[in-house]
Nanobody, 118 residues
Framework: QVQLVESGGGSVQAGGPLTLSCSASVNIQSINCMGWFRQAPGKEREVVAAIYTDGGSTVYPDSVKGRFTISQDTAKNTVYLQTNSLKPEDTGIYYC???????????YGQGTQVTVSS
C-alpha cells in the first residue's frame, strides 16, 4: 500500500505561481511513475503531469505544457509540481498519484485545492 500526502495548495491570482508537494510513504524509485491529476468542478479528473522515477522523463498535456513542471527528490520520496502562469481554468483539486506500471495509476492522495482568481 502506498500512501500519498499532498501539500501546498491555496488561492492565487491569475498569472501567479504555486508549488505543490507530494510525500510518499514508500521509496518512489520502487514505483514506475508518479503523477499529478486535477479535477475541476463538474469535470472529470485529468492528468496534468507525470514523471518516470527511473530516469526522470516527464509527460504533460498540451493544456499545461510550458507552464507546469513535475520533479522528484528521491532522497525525500517527494514529488513536486511547480505551476506558473496560472489561469482561472487551472482551478480544481490536485491529486498526487502513483503507478506501479504507467499509465495505470493505482494510488491517489486525498487532494489539495488550488483556486486561481482572475
Amino acid at each position: 500500500q502506498v500512501q500519498l500526502v499532498e501539500s501546498g495548495g491555496g488561492s492565487v491570482q491569475a498569472g501567479g505561481p504555486l508549488t505543490l508537494s507530494c510525500s510518499a510513504s514508500v521509496n518512489i524509485q520502487s514505483i514506475n511513475c508518479m503523477g499529478w491529476f486535477r479535477q475541476a468542478p463538474g469535470k472529470e479528473r485529468e492528468v496534468v503531469a507525470a514523471i518516470y522515477t527511473d530516469g526522470g522523463s516527464t509527460v504533460y498535456p498540451d493544456s499545461v505544457k510550458g507552464r507546469f513542471t513535475i520533479s522528484q527528490d528521491t532522497a525525500k520520496n517527494t514529488v513536486y509540481l511547480q505551476t506558473n502562469s496560472l489561469k482561472p481554468e487551472d482551478t480544481g483539486i490536485y491529486y498526487c498519484a502513483a503507478a506501479r506500471r504507467c499509465p495505470h495509476f493505482d494510488y491517489y492522495g486525498q487532494g489539495t485545492q488550488v483556486t486561481v482568481s482572475s
